[in-house]
């Protein structure tokens, strides 16, 4: 049974960095061919990648945010991170992570829960 699950800080104040833990059992962020995503929904917006960290280490992510974000893992702890710098109300939103995610489905193998952001002073 894979699971994935986020946490971090459910409130953060206005130009901080976010910093977000995707913790996975069950299979291994290194094996497979797999991809690992970062995900969010923000309020009366739609799903939106933000980003993904491969099975090897690579990093991809989405033009709109590449600038403030950045996808890092610890394989020893088999676990993977968002962090978005310089936040603003607008990064308020629930954060999922996923294994797999597929764009023109919005479909993915697993997902996280999802963990409810704050941005507010």
């Known amino acids: 049974q894979v699971r994935l699950q986020e946490s971090g800080p459910g409130l953060v104040k206005p130009s901080q960095t976010l910093s977000l833990t995707c913790a996975v059992s069950?299979?291994?962020?290194?094996?497979?061919?797999?991809?690992w995503s970062w995900l969010r929904q923000r309020p009366r917006k739609g799903l939106e990648w933000m980003g993904a960290?491969?099975?090897?280490?690579?990093?991809y992510y989405n033009p709109s945010l590449k600038t403030r974000t950045s996808i890092s893992r610890d394989t020893s702890k088999n676990q993977f991170t968002l962090q978005v710098s310089s936040v603003t109300p607008e990064d308020t939103a629930v954060y999922y992570c996923?294994?797999?995610?597929?764009?023109?489905?919005?479909?993915?193998?697993?997902w996280g829960q999802g963990l409810q952001v704050t941005v507010s002073s």
């Open positions: 960290i491969t099975y090897s280490g690579n990093t």
């Open positions: 069950g299979d291994s962020i290194t094996a497979g061919y797999d991809y």
């Open positions: 996923a294994k797999g995610f597929k764009s023109d489905t919005q479909e993915a193998d697993y």
